[in-house]
């Protein structure tokens, strides 16, 4: 059973826009929820994270916003470069040490 | 600073051959130990984790398996590969404690004939 899911498998954003990616998840013992940044055929990088004790966290571009009663959580990219064109994937952990993965949104930054 | 490696980077075998894909950590200690499988077009599929030497944990049941010998080295095995089990294998490790993320290898890529 998918617990973190993102339902849209993909995301086309003019470049200098706002770029939104959602995910949401079933688990309410997940209190820890980052996003990763794919390219084929390598390994995923760390993009951010946020605890759930917080419900904004930002860095640089990227800002990851909570939403507990939701369930749902989002990262928005500001503004959107082509190099951020790439396969961004939701992952959320809770008391156990499973961390579980979103199927992945992938994104296509255009000039 | 920590390092993750993972190889071989690209394998082709036959289906009925076994596998064997090896991931060691370097500069830190008792991390947690992950290996994940992308599937064509999917997302990361949780397969297995490790809190220590000889504890694994088993995510979803399939032809494969694996081990933990020593504290920084994670082992994926198989005894009969089955040509559903070709995909990008990727292993991670996390640090045992607290709200940390993880890092991840470099993958292999797995092509099952």
């Known amino acids: 059973d998918q617990q973190v899911k993102q339902n849209s498998p993909s995301l086309s954003v003019q470049e200098g826009r706002i770029s939104i990616l959602n995910c949401d998840y079933t688990n309410s013992m997940f209190d820890y929820f980052l996003w990763y940044k794919k390219y084929p055929a390598e390994g995923p990088t760390f993009l951010i994270s946020i605890s759930s004790i917080k419900d904004k966290n930002e860095d640089g571009r990227f800002t990851v916003f909570l939403n507990k009663s939701a369930k749902h959580l989002s990262l928005h990219i500001v503004p959107s470069q082509p190099g951020d064109s790439a396969v961004y994937f939701c992952?959320?952990?809770?008391?156990?040490?499973?961390?579980?993965f979103g199927k992945g949104t992938s994104l296509l930054v255009t000039p | 600073s920590q390092t993750i490696h993972q190889w071989p980077a690209t394998l082709v075998q036959p289906v009925g051959s076994p596998l064997s894909l090896e991931c060691t950590v370097e500069?830190?200690?008792?991390?947690?130990l992950y290996w994940y499988r992308q599937a064509a077009g999917r997302g990361l599929q949780l397969l297995f984790y490790?809190?220590?030497?000889?504890?694994i944990s088993s995510e979803v049941p399939q032809n494969l398996s694996a081990s933990r010998p020593q504290d920084r080295q994670f082992i994926l095995s198989s005894k009969k590969l089955l040509l559903s089990d070709s995909g990008f294998y990727l292993c991670?490790?996390?640090?045992?404690?607290?709200?940390?993320?993880?890092?991840f290898g470099q993958g292999t890529r797995l092509t099952v004939v």
């Open positions: 500069g830190t200690s008792n991390p947690n």
């Open positions: 991670a490790w996390r640090a045992g404690t607290g709200w940390t993320e993880a890092f």
């Open positions: 490790s809190v220590g030497i000889g504890q």
């Open positions: 992952a959320a952990i809770g008391s156990g040490y499973a961390l579980n």
